[in-house]
């Protein structure tokens, strides 16, 4: 099975003003995608499963900071960037689903550091997901033993529960659909 490519999620004015990160995030291994609007980025955190976003708090004076309700849960990590006088400050939204909005502002020099050990974190959490998925419960020895002998010895059937198939990333669809339909 070969290991899931890293993908992400640019969101700006355009993408030229991405390239430094787009090109960074790609030598990291990262496939990227951009969007130039709230709803373009909408639709397609609904349509494919990303493992980052990057965006400013705001883009063409409409705020962004939904992206946090709509992404919370969903596994990914969300940066925002905020403009001040001669550069911007990132800021942690969401780290693998789970807010942490209020988190230090990064310097974009201790951004660069941050991204990568997030890249890091979603090869790894990749990695893990694969290995479980490839994983075979080992059989224990003298198991034969602990089986019932014969059908009277079986407990009862309990009640059959609706397998749950709620996904992050159906989660995160619902959550990007409802968002779609709020715009």
């Not at 990291?28 to 609904?46: I, P």
């Not at 400050?89 to 990064?106: D, I, N």
């Not at 890249?119 to 694969?130: K, Q, V, Y």
């Amino acid at each position: 099975m070969e290991p899931r490519t890293p993908k992400a999620l640019l969101i700006g004015e355009n993408p030229q003003g991405s390239s430094y990160l787009a090109k960074r995030l790609q030598e990291r291994g990262c496939e990227c995608e951009f969007a130039v609007s709230y709803q373009e980025a909408c639709s397609l955190l609904g349509a494919q499963g990303f493992d980052l976003v990057l965006s400013p708090m705001r883009l063409r004076s409409s705020s962004l900071f939904p992206l946090i309700g709509l992404l919370d849960g969903s596994g990914i990590t969300l940066f925002y960037s905020h403009a001040v006088e001669d550069g911007c400050w990132w800021l942690p939204a969401l780290r693998h689903g789970q807010k942490c909005f209020g988190s230090s502002a990064l310097r974009p020099s201790e951004f660069v550091a941050a991204l990568d050990e997030a890249i890091e974190e979603i090869c790894f959490r990749a990695a893990m997901e694969r290995n479980s998925q490839q994983s075979v419960t080992p059989r224990q020895p003298g198991s034969l033993a602990t089986l019932p002998s014969s059908r009277e010895e079986l407990p009862p059937a309990g009640p059959k529960l609706p397998k749950s198939g709620a996904t992050a990333e159906a989660v995160t669809a619902s959550k990007v659909q409802q968002g779609i339909e709020r715009a």
